[in-house]
């Protein structure tokens, strides 16, 4: 919470009249929240954004264009960034962008969409973040706790903007926040203390943004750095988690500790296992919810798509979409899910990351795969120095590596999208990319069953 020098709270109302440049409109929600709370706020509002009108189509229907102080589009000006007081980055902005550097030296503040409503919002936040699970994670305690009866919102890097329920909020009101290592680079100039941290993993990502895995390590760190004791940490007992400072009370989960829960079908995967074993110990010992509860919670959620999202069975095939896998740790993850034959398609952008041993997985997990993107040729080429040795097939785009994989299937099979990689390239987000599988998978049914 934000405070004013008299330690009351902070008020929106003090970005009346402010002059403030919103860097990146974006087609997720979080610039529009930006911007609408903005004005709502009687702020004057600058709008950037280097993509076209056309492209921005849907996002600027959102908006009241007419209220804005200037819209720039297809380019962004100097002077947009020396003549404003506040810059609201967009989370992809990566550190040292000319343009953010141009306003600081002019004496410009920076902000985001997320620093936004965690600086004025009045409840209480459970933050979730990690390389891998933290969508599935953030979601679950959300459906547990609404499911037991306790008023929760979930948003933040989940592609939910609460800003336009930011004056809704009560200091006893729960908010669930997924927070990416991009927000987080930007939100320790807040010092975050949530009430709650959940930390599902932490593995190289995102190197082409960071620079380094001590810079993404350090930005996941910020969210425990300021925590206090009466603050709660929750973690994997195994990882190097337990090992990072903070003074806030520690929760070390096992997944060993969910002996003799049921195994979801709607949730397959050892992860998946840790993700609901993260939300137990949460739920359990920062909410009082019996594990009858949680359990029973746990039943009536529907899995996020994109997310070994199972999306039909073909002529005794199933077919799952797992485009949200942009991590080699991801992908991995959801080669152990299964006990079947795996026909798989990975492979998409170059992140920087080691891919050694996303490619030992597939070899010893996978009957076939077939690889796309820029990184083709360097898992094609760690691949074929493996045993046991896979069927490898290098296709030029989704569509041919989807019909290459089927035609080397056979009843029994899982044919599987976790491409382990991001999908920039052929796809502008994973969840085009997802979207093109799940056509593609229809496809194959349509000729199946004509």
Request: aromatic share 6%; net charge neutral; charged share 20%.
């Amino acid at each position: 919470m934000c405070t004013s020098p008299d330690g009351s709270p902070a008020s929106p109302a003090s970005l009346r009249g402010q002059r403030v440049t919103v860097m990146g409109l974006g087609r997720f929600g979080g610039g529009v929240g930006a911007v609408n709370f903005l004005l709502r706020q009687g702020a004057c509002v600058t709008l950037t954004d280097q993509l076209s009108a056309e492209e921005l189509q849907s996002s600027l229907a959102r908006i009241d264009v007419t209220a804005l102080d200037k819209l720039v589009l297809g380019e962004h000006r100097d002077e947009d960034f020396t003549q404003t007081d506040l810059l609201i980055v967009n989370p992809a902005v990566k550190p040292g962008n000319r343009y953010v550097e141009l306003a600081e030296k002019a004496g410009a503040k920076l902000s985001s969409e997320l620093n936004l409503f965690w600086q004025f919002q009045r409840g209480r936040i459970a933050a979730v973040t990690g390389t891998v699970g933290k969508s599935t994670t953030a979601a679950l305690l959300a459906h547990v706790l609404n499911e037991s009866g306790i008023n929760v919102r979930l948003g933040g890097n989940i592609g939910i903007s609460l800003l336009d329920q930011l004056e809704q909020l009560g200091p006893e009101d729960w908010t669930v926040l997924e927070v990416s290592s991009f927000q987080l680079h930007r939100l320790a100039s807040l010092r975050p203390c949530p009430d709650i941290a959940l930390v599902t993993n932490v593995y190289p990502n995102h190197l082409d943004w960071h620079g380094s895995f001590e810079h993404y390590r350090e930005s996941k760190q910020h969210l425990l750095r300021w925590l206090t004791p009466e603050k709660f940490v929750a973690c994997p007992a195994d990882s190097e988690i337990v090992n990072w400072p903070t003074a806030g009370t520690r929760i070390h989960v096992t997944a060993d500790g969910l002996v003799g829960v049921p195994r979801f079908a709607q949730l397959p995967g050892p992860h998946n296992r840790r993700n609901l074993a993260l939300v137990h110990a949460v739920a359990k010992q920062c909410f009082g919810l019996s594990t009858e509860a949680i359990i029973n919670a746990s039943r009536t959620f529907t899995p996020l798509p994109h997310r070994l999202e199972f999306v039909g069975e073909i002529s005794g095939r199933r077919c799952y979409n797992d485009s949200k896998a942009t991590t080699p740790e991801a992908a991995v993850e959801a080669l152990r899910s299964f006990d079947r034959p795996i026909r798989l398609v990975a492979g998409g952008a170059d992140k920087g990351v080691d891919l050694t041993p996303f490619a030992d997985a597939i070899a010893r997990h996978a009957a076939s795969v077939s690889l796309i993107g820029t990184t083709a040729e360097k898992l094609s080429s760690l691949l074929r120095s493996l045993t046991p040795p896979v069927s490898v097939t290098v296709c030029a785009n989704l569509a041919a590596a989807v019909h290459a994989q089927w035609e080397q299937s056979q009843p029994g099979d899982i044919l599987l999208l976790s491409p382990g990689c991001a999908s920039f390239g052929e796809f502008r987000n994973y969840e085009e990319r997802g979207e093109a599988y799940c056509a593609l998978v229809e496809a194959l049914r349509c000729r199946a069953t004509s």
